[in-house]
C-alpha cells in the first residue's frame, strides 16, 4: 500500500509562482522514479515532469524553461516549482511514483488524489 500526499494547489494570477510538493509513504522498497501529470477538463492525462532515480529528468514542451522538479531521495518526496504560470497550466495536478512494493513483483505506479491548480486573473 502506498499513500501519495500532495499540497500546493491553488488560485494564481498569470504570470504568478505555485509550488507543490508530494510525499510517498508505504510499503516502497526503491522508488523508480516520481513526478507530476495534469488533466484538464475534457483532456487526457498529461506528463508534466518526471525525475527518474537515474537518468534525465523529462519535461513536457510547454513547460520547459518555466517548471522545475525537484526530489528528495531521503524523504521520499517531489516537488514542483511552477513559475511563469499561464492559464493554460489550470488543471488538477497528480503526483506520481513509480517503485518496487513489498510483495509485489515488477514496478508499480501510484497516483495522488490531485490537487488544483487554477491560473486565472
Known amino acids: 500500500q502506498v499513500q501519495l500526499v500532495e499540497s500546493g494547489g491553488g488560485l494564481v494570477q498569470p504570470g504568478g509562482s505555485l509550488r507543490l510538493s508530494c510525499a510517498a509513504s508505504?510499503?516502497?522498497?526503491?522508488?523508480?522514479?516520481m513526478g507530476w501529470y495534469r488533466q484538464a477538463p475534457g483532456n487526457q492525462r498529461e506528463l508534466v515532469a518526471v525525475a527518474p532515480s537515474s537518468g534525465r529528468t523529462n519535461y513536457a514542451d510547454s513547460v520547459k524553461g518555466r517548471f522545475t522538479i525537484s526530489r528528495d531521495n531521503t524523504k521520499n518526496t517531489v516537488n514542483l516549482q511552477m513559475n511563469s504560470l499561464k492559464p493554460e497550466d489550470t488543471a488538477v495536478y497528480y503526483c506520481?511514483?513509480?517503485?518496487?512494493?513489498?510483495?509485489?513483483?515488477?514496478?508499480?505506479?501510484?497516483w495522488g488524489q490531485g490537487t488544483q491548480v487554477t491560473v486565472s486573473s
Open positions: 508505504g510499503s516502497i522498497v526503491s522508488i523508480n522514479a
Open positions: 506520481y511514483l513509480q517503485a518496487s512494493l513489498i510483495g509485489k513483483h515488477g514496478l508499480r505506479s501510484s
